[in-house]
Every structure is written in structure tokens, then in C-alpha cells.
């Protein structure tokens, strides 16, 4: 038996096939993963990711522990409410967790102007959030900052186009307009939930962080209101026809953000901020990236899949000793496509079409750049 | 729960066997193996003609999660496909013992079959692995 969620019965009584995911027994599907899928790309979807770890972080050092500890610069957080998505890396320049850090607030400013009350949220991946929590407090020795894992609270996921008009209508009339409000990845403490317009499906929406103890009165309204419960299926052909990565998949402590599509997340300036791993980036960058991430769509019928192996047009009679080889990373079938897509590791070079080794048949595969369904951005910015 | 319908024969692969009243063997994948499997997107049906040995993979059903061989219970020479599930897999999943049904053969011993799960041996096999 694996490690339940406050809405683990509520899982059950609906019916949903439950599977052991990096420890936990969460929803794959409630039914059918392709109608999952197709309601938060039409309408709206709800997921249970309260396996993720939700990390507070306060203290008169909490800042410049963060600024340490992750890749991305949290110097951009200077108004509460606001998120940052970043990596933390080992000293090789390795992934150890993408995250999103909130600015909550900083109580303390007021009264003395320094700025020893600030307060951050950190959430990272529910696979991930022991080895993450162990490595922040051992970061955190010597500093003023304390780290308060919230197992008091559930995470839901509520994505699609309808997905924010759908949770107004559960709040009150006033914390509606407050919700409603909120610009992209932005957050805010709304009566007993913490909403942030964020998420991992490429739709708009929220990731709401509230009381274990009301999840499921949550859930079920929303569900009253047509908002369909999605499993983990949909969850992964979502964020793959968004180009989102895994991780543990598409990025992990063994490959840098350089070659898994998350430069973006790395701030080198201001060059003072020594954040972990930036010894070992710099010196990739100074001797080149040999390795990258890449999308591919499968033209043919047939399903690429993790661990298949890729092998680059051009790769010519030195296919076979290694050179052009690569390997996917993650794959799968996109409901909105209706084809195969994939994101796989290959040598920087590699361009225009590879071959995929799908269950013994040498498969061609174009290469795109993700993500791979163009999702409208409705709404205010 | 998954269903077994009385009537018909099963395989301990999770394949069932309906015998035609002109003596050709309809076969297809169990309710238990669809739910297993999850929304099918490509079943590849073999070519009309061919030969195949009990227990030779002579079907691919794939689904989001995985793709999987289906195995033939008894030997024969295919005699048809169903070729509709090349564009609607999903008839597996929402009917997998009677528009789903993948090929008819033609058995080189029509006793055969008899040696196969009854449906009461097969709901013991699935309730076993926890439907």
C-alpha cells in the first residue's frame, strides 16, 4: 500500500483506477484518459497533485537561501504573490527538482524595514519531495531560515479554458473577483485557499492549495459543476502536447538545463549570485553543449515511447558506434494530434528527421520544435 | 468487475474464442485485458491467409500507456480481420466481445477449443490478479 492523499477515498468512490506513482497510490484515469484529456483541452479538468511537496520557507536568510539553491534568479520575486519556475541543481550543474517558487509575503518589512519575516513556497514533484527536503535543510544549516513541509495542505490542479470561471463559482462572491484577478503566474492567500494561476497542462488555470480537510468538498463541487476528474494519464499526454518536462524523465541529477530545454530557467546575471551549479554551467558553455532536447512527431501509425532508441538521419555508416544515437525521453500518443509525439535526447547536431526504434521497426520521426499542440493564451495576460 | 460472458472461451493471456455457427473461431481480447490496457489508439490485425500457431502473437493492440501482443488461442489460418479497428480502436475498449472482436479463424482441430478456460476457470484467473 502506498501513501494516500485527503482525497484518496473520494478517488475511490468515483470509480478511478488507482496506481502506484513514485510511492503513491493516485488516479491513472477515472474512466477513459482520451475524454480526460479532450475535457481540459475543451472545457475544464481536475487533478489531485497533492503528492507534490509544498515547502514553506521563512527567515531573515529564506531569500538568499533560495538564491542558492536555485538556478533561476528568486531576485525576480520582489512583489508578493508573484511565481518563478526554476530548477535546483547539484554542483555538476545536474537537475535535482524543478519547482515553482511563491513569493507569500513579507510580514516583517513593515515594522522594522529588513526584511527578516519574509516567507516563500516552494512546490516540488511528489517523486522527488524527500531527497528535496533533506537536501534544502542541509543547505539551510547555519542560516536563519526555517523549512515547514505542509502536509496540512491538498493541491488540486483545476486547467482548461473554463477552468478559472469554474472555480469563481465556488468561492465567494468577493473571492471570486479576487481569483479572477490574478495575472499569470501569480498567487494569492484567497479566504482558506492559496490560489496561483500556474500549472503543468498548458491551459490556463489554477493550482489551488487548501486545507486537507476541505479538498474534497472542493472537488465535488466543482465536479457538480461539470468540471471532470482527470487522472495522471491525462496529466502526461497534457503536459507533453505542451512541451512541458518530467522529471525523472526528461531532465534528472545527470543532465543540466542546458540540454533539456530549460536554459530559459537559468539566470547567470547578476553575475555575483553564486547559486549551486553555476561553476559547472559556465563551464559547459565554455566548451560547447554537446547534447539536446528535442520534440518529435512520429508521421506513421505507432507510439514512441521512453528508452527508444533515436538515431539521427545523417548519422551515416557511425550510427552503430555510438555517434548520432540519442534516445526518447518521453512519449506517447497525443489525443489532439491523434499521432505519436516525443521529446528525446540527441546530439546537438541533429535536425530535419531521425529514425526511432519502435518495438524493432526503424521509424521516421520529424523533428519539431515543441510545444506541439499551439495552445490558444486567452485571457488577460 | 470485469465481464465474462458465458458462451464463449478464454486464454489464460486474457484472449476469448466464440465458435460460429459455420465452425470459424471469433477471437478478440477480454474485457479485463481493455481495462488493463487503457484507451487503445492502433490495433494492428493480421493479413487474411496467414497461418498461425497457439500462442503466436498474430495482433498489436496499443493503448496511451503501452503496447501489447495478442496471442492467438488456437491454430489456424486467419480468415478475416476486422479492419474497422485500424480507424476506431476504441470499439475494443467499448465493446471487446462483439464489435471488437479482432479476427475469425480457421482451426486446424476444432476440439481445440474445449482445452481452453471455461468462463468460470477464466473469472478465478482474473479475480486472482485483482479485478
Redesign the interface.
Known amino acids: 500500500m502506498g501513501r494516500r492523499t485527503p482525497l484518496y477515498e473520494l478517488h475511490r468512490s468515483l470509480g478511478a483506477r488507482l496506481i502506484d506513482f513514485g510511492g503513491w497510490d493516485l488516479p491513472l484515469t477515472y474512466g477513459s484518459q482520451l475524454d480526460e484529456h479532450h475535457a481540459v483541452r475543451k472545457a475544464a479538468g481536475l487533478f489531485d497533485v497533492s503528492h507534490m511537496g509544498i515547502f514553506d520557507v521563512r527567515g531573515r536568510d529564506a531569500r538568499a537561501l533560495l538564491e542558492r539553491l536555485i538556478a533561476n534568479d528568486v531576485g525576480k520575486l520582489q512583489a508578493p504573490g508573484k511565481a518563478l519556475y526554476g530548477c535546483m541543481l547539484n554542483e555538476s550543474g545536474g537537475v535535482v527538482d524543478d519547482l515553482i517558487v511563491y513569493y507569500l509575503d513579507a510580514p516583517g518589512e513593515a515594522h522594522d524595514g529588513l526584511r527578516d519575516g519574509e516567507r516563500f513556497r516552494v512546490v516540488v514533484n511528489g517523486a522527488t519531495r524527500e531527497t528535496d527536503l533533506t537536501w534544502i535543510r542541509s543547505q539551510a544549516r547555519g542560516l536563519d531560515a526555517e523549512i515547514i513541509e505542509r502536509v496540512d495542505l491538498a493541491l488540486i490542479a483545476v486547467q482548461g479554458p473554463e477552468a478559472r470561471a469554474q472555480v469563481a463559482r465556488v468561492l465567494a462572491p468577493g473571492e471570486a473577483a479576487a481569483s479572477l484577478a490574478l495575472g499569470r503566474y501569480r498567487a494569492a492567500q484567497i479566504g482558506d485557499l492559496y490560489i496561483a494561476r500556474t500549472g503543468y497542462t498548458g491551459e490556463d488555470g489554477f493550482e489551488v492549495m487548501l486545507p486537507a480537510a476541505q479538498a474534497q468538498d472542493v472537488w465535488q463541487r466543482l465536479n457538480a459543476l461539470g468540471v471532470v476528474s482527470c487522472g495522471l494519464g491525462a496529466r502526461d499526454t497534457l503536459r507533453l502536447e505542451a512541451g512541458l518536462n518530467l522529471y525523472g524523465h526528461d531532465m534528472d541529477a545527470s543532465t543540466h538545463p542546458f540540454e533539456s530545454r530549460l536554459g530559459w530557467t537559468v539566470a547567470l546575471e547578476p553575475r555575483a549570485r553564486r547559486f549551486i551549479g553555476r561553476e559547472a554551467l559556465e563551464a559547459v558553455l565554455a566548451r560547447g553543449i554537446d547534447r539536446k532536447l528535442i520534440g518529435l512527431e512520429l508521421d506513421g501509425r505507432g507510439v514512441l515511447r521512453a528508452g527508444q532508441r533515436v538515431i539521427a538521419a545523417d548519422a551515416g555508416p557511425r550510427a552503430g558506434s555510438g555517434h548520432g544515437q540519442g534516445i526518447v525521453t518521453s512519449g506517447t500518443f497525443s489525443p489532439t494530434l491523434q499521432r505519436s509525439i516525443a521529446l528525446a535526447r540527441v546530439p546537438a547536431a541533429t535536425a530535419g528527421t531521425v529514425r526511432v526504434d519502435v518495438r524493432g521497426k526503424l521509424l521516421e520521426a520529424s523533428v519539431v520544435e515543441p510545444p506541439f499542440v499551439h495552445l490558444s493564451t486567452k485571457g488577460s495576460p | 468487475m470485469s465481464q465474462v460472458p458465458s458462451g464463449l472461451r478464454y486464454s489464460k493471456t486474457h484472449e476469448w474464442v466464440r465458435v460460429m455457427p459455420d465452425g470459424l473461431l471469433e477471437i478478440g481480447i477480454t474485457d479485463h485485458a481493455q481495462?488493463a490496457l487503457?484507451?487503445l489508439?492502433?490495433v494492428?490485425t493480421p493479413e487474411p491467409g496467414r497461418r498461425v500457431s497457439a500462442g503466436e502473437p498474430y495482433a498489436?493492440v496499443?493503448s496511451?500507456?503501452?503496447?501489447s501482443d495478442v496471442y492467438c488461442p488456437v491454430a489456424g489460418e486467419i480468415a478475416a480481420a476486422n479492419t474497422e479497428l485500424a480507424s476506431a480502436p476504441?470499439r475494443i475498449?467499448q465493446s471487446p466481445y462483439e464489435a471488437g472482436w479482432i479476427a475469425r479463424i480457421r482451426p486446424d482441430d476444432a476440439a481445440a477449443v474445449a482445452k481452453l478456460l471455461t468462463p468460470e476457470q477464466y473469472s478465478k484467473l482474473i479475480e486472482a490478479e485483482g479485478d
Open positions: 481495462r487503457g484507451d489508439v492502433f494492428e498489436v496499443e496511451v500507456k503501452a503496447a476504441e475498449n
